[in-house]
């Protein structure tokens, strides 16, 4: 029996058809693999750009918020810090407490006494009162306050004598918006001067109140109010 026959060589063939096949397949999958792993690593890097780009772009966005509140102030305003001597007189001071300065700031200081035609031993409302304010506004040009910085606008306020109480109406304007601070100075029995105040955004949000010895008006405490968790994106300075 000779070994090269033709069965021998048919089996031969289908065995190395058999290899070939299988190699073949072997090789396939160890291009898949590869590719996939390719794919992977392609994704991973693409991943890793993708969170660099986001960094890249919040922190833009961060510093472009940052550049916008250095320029015009943010949200900020000046707050209002009023202290009462036993002389009758104040001291009225405007504080900016923020990290940013305010731009373009002017005090615009409504006076009623000033006004020649009302009768100062009863002083009618305050609101009331701007619609004849035209000869008792005194305008106060502070220009940039900067940040963590306390300004008076009268280092002594002098009440006057002949009333038992007076309002006044600061308006102080910036370049970011407005802030009106409503105060009221009033003499007890004792004839010892207490005051209050109420501070209100463009439209009219309250954002500080503070009453000595209950002495503001009962229209001045039904002003609205800005409480917790409101609208966060709303500013009361720039309202939509």
């Not at 590719?35 to 991943?47: A, C, G, N, T």
């Not at 986001?54 to 961060?62: G, P, Q, T, V």
């Not at 550049?67 to 504080?95: D, P, W």
């Not at 309002?167 to 601070?181: E, F, M, P, Q």
């Amino acid at each position: 029996m000779k070994f090269w026959n033709p069965s021998t060589i048919g089996f031969l063939a289908t065995l190395i058809a058999g290899l070939a096949t299988l190699w073949a397949t072997q090789l396939s999958r160890t291009k898949d693999e590869e590719k996939r792993e390719q794919e992977l690593s392609f994704r991973k890097e693409l991943d890793a750009k993708n969170t660099v780009l986001i960094e890249k772009s919040d922190e833009i966005a961060r510093l472009n918020r940052e550049l916008y509140k250095s320029v015009t102030g943010g949200e900020g305003y000046a707050k209002l810090l009023l202290g009462l001597r036993q002389n009758g007189r104040a001291i009225i001071e405007l504080m900016n407490d923020t990290d940013y300065p305010l731009f373009d700031v002017a005090a615009r200081v409504f006076e009623p006494f000033k006004l020649s035609a009302i009768d100062k031993s009863n002083p009618p409302d305050i609101f009331a009162l701007h619609r004849r304010a035209d000869n008792s506004t005194t305008v106060i040009d502070l220009g940039t306050v900067k940040a963590h910085t306390l300004v008076r606008l009268y280092p002594e306020y002098v009440l006057p004598s002949n009333v038992e109480e007076l309002n006044l109406d600061i308006t102080v304007l910036a370049r970011n918006g407005s802030v009106k601070h409503l105060i009221r100075f009033k003499k007890d029995t004792a004839n010892v001067w207490h005051s209050g105040f109420v501070s209100l955004g463009a439209k009219s949000e309250r954002l500080a109140v503070e009453d000595s010895s209950n002495i503001l008006p009962e229209n001045w405490k039904k002003l609205p109010e800005v409480k917790d968790g409101s609208d966060a994106n709303q500013n009361p300075l720039h309202p939509k």
